[in-house]
């Protein structure tokens, strides 16, 4: 059933595919842009969906391989390979699933983020840091704009809080379960003893 679901949508994204290189479609630029909006929307699954297939595939084939090989190190490296496809492929049928679920009315809007550094002072300071360049290079990637709204800084470069607008095109959607407690363990910049610190901060 699903599978099934997922071919229709990768065969109406092929067909918009086509629509929106059709002159006499791009004349018509409210009805093009509609048709480019679907299309987009339709990309994120269709790309889940061509690697879930390839996944599966490769799956499939190491399994025969696996069958039929007798050396000992061949079959390890099969084993090891498909444990790692099986790890994948879950994850992809998790994400594909939360991604045919009913559009949140809100997805295409622009998203408030506030960051503050929690337990471990300064060194939750600089996590707080980390986490908005995280999100600053995100969003870059997916080429949305940063707009900082306010930031309190602490004098080695960490944000006791800081606050920022991402705007563009689904920014809400893929951002929206990033609320709550992140948490770090790792040897901070400032620990010279070089123990290993735990540091949180909150993301809203």
Aim: glycine share 4%; net charge negative.
């Amino acid at each position: 059933m699903l599978l099934d679901k997922l071919a229709f949508i990768e065969n109406k994204y092929d067909e918009l595919s086509v629509k929106i290189s059709d002159p006499s479609i791009m004349a018509n630029q409210t009805e093009w842009r509609k048709l480019c909006k679907e299309h987009a929307d339709l990309e994120i699954i269709v790309n889940a969906y061509k690697e879930y297939k390839t996944v599966v595939e490769d799956l499939s084939a190491n399994k025969e391989m696996l069958s039929e090989e007798s050396d000992r190190e061949m079959r390890e490296m099969l084993s090891e390979e498909i444990s790692m496809l099986t790890a994948r492929e879950e994850e992809l049928e998790k994400h594909i699933q939360i991604l045919l679920l009913p559009k949140d009315p809100n997805d295409d809007k622009n998203v408030f983020v506030e960051i503050r550094g929690g337990a471990g002072g300064d060194e939750a300071a600089l996590f707080a840091a980390n986490l908005f360049r995280m999100y600053t290079r995100y969003a870059e990637t997916q080429r949305w704009s940063v707009e900082l709204m306010s930031a309190n800084e602490t004098d080695i470069g960490g944000f006791k809080e800081v606050v920022f607008m991402i705007k563009g095109n689904g920014a809400y959607s893929k951002l929206k379960y990033e609320s709550g407690v992140h948490r770090v363990q790792r040897v901070p910049d400032t620990e010279s003893s070089g123990r290993i610190h735990t540091s949180t901060a909150t993301v809203a």
